[in-house]
């Protein structure tokens, strides 16, 4: 069993991850943590850097866990949706887990379009995480 979780440095991707590993640990899965950007100019080398440390600081914090996992950086030009949906399938993933940001009243007209498109093309199940509030 594979959970994908879809990971960028914030307060929303920390929560996902948070959510994603409580996931793995109840279900005795897999943990496939998704980086995706675009790459090239589009990425600047300090966020380069600072993504690739993050990275493996969450390595480090998943194998200290004992959560069994695979971290992906993707780089391919695509949308993040379309790197998270396409790791889950490839995988099996049974469960996705990405982090929303809380909006005004008139951007809960729509949600994000990477979330929306998870949401809208994922064969399996997707659980959407909030951070908490900040105090």
Not at 5 to 24: P, Q, Y
Not at 29 to 54: D, M, P, T, W
């Amino acid at each position: 069993m594979d959970i994908v979780a879809g990971f960028i440095r914030s307060a929303e991707g920390r929560a996902a991850l948070d959510r994603s590993i409580d996931e793995a640990r109840l279900r005795g899965a897999r943990l496939v943590i998704v980086h995706s950007s675009k790459g090239g100019s589009h990425e600047s080398e300090e966020e380069l850097i600072a993504n690739r440390e993050e990275l493996g600081r969450i390595s480090e914090e998943l194998t200290v866990a004992g959560v069994e996992h695979e971290i992906r950086e993707m780089a391919r030009g695509r949308t993040p949706a379309e790197d998270v949906v396409s790791v889950a399938n490839e995988t099996g993933a049974d469960l996705i887990v990405i982090g929303l940001r809380r909006r005004s009243p008139v951007g809960k007209l729509v949600l994000g379009s990477n979330a929306q498109d998870i949401l809208l093309q994922a064969d399996c199940a997707v659980l959407a995480v909030k951070p908490k509030p900040m105090a």
